[in-house]
């Protein structure tokens, strides 16, 4: 038996309005509000781009990491996906991220730095001049 509609593809599926886990979606609307809050755009910034499909978002090597490090040794890098282990760390390093692979957080604290994940960030109310974002 053959249906046939008048309806496009594209009316029949659904769009889609963010991420699909709860627990990014409600992050995503906590980022928003501390960003109006706190007149601190960054915030609003990360929160929009966690709102991409899952495969668009950030992810980054502690290789490129460890190289903006150097151009910038006191700022906390924001990475609004996911950190990766690939490369070495040759200096302290400060990451916030949505998720952090088991070899990148074991190589930021070999290498005495600290993996923050993006509520403790959002928790501490670090200023937006102290944070580099990465993507």
Do not use: W
């Not at 992050?27 to 501390?34: F, G, N, P, W, Y």
């Not at 949505?98 to 960030?121: D, M, V």
């Amino acid at each position: 038996c053959l249906l046939h509609s008048n309806t496009k593809k594209s009316d029949t599926m659904t769009k889609r309005t963010g991420p699909s886990n709860p627990l990014t979606r409600a992050l995503t609307v906590r980022l928003d509000k501390h960003g109006k809050s706190s007149q601190e755009n960054a915030y609003r910034v990360i929160s929009e781009l966690l709102t991409v499909r899952t495969r668009g978002r950030a992810e980054v090597n502690l290789a490129h990491l460890n190289k903006m490090a150097t151009a910038h040794p006191t700022k906390i890098f924001v990475v609004p996906g996911t950190v990766l282990g690939n490369g070495e760390l040759t200096q302290t390093l400060h990451v916030a991220a949505l998720r952090f692979t088991g070899s990148a957080q074991t190589k930021i604290a070999h290498a005495k730095g600290k993996a923050y994940t993006l509520n403790e960030l959002m928790e501490q109310k670090i200023p937006a001049s102290k944070l580099v974002l990465v993507k």
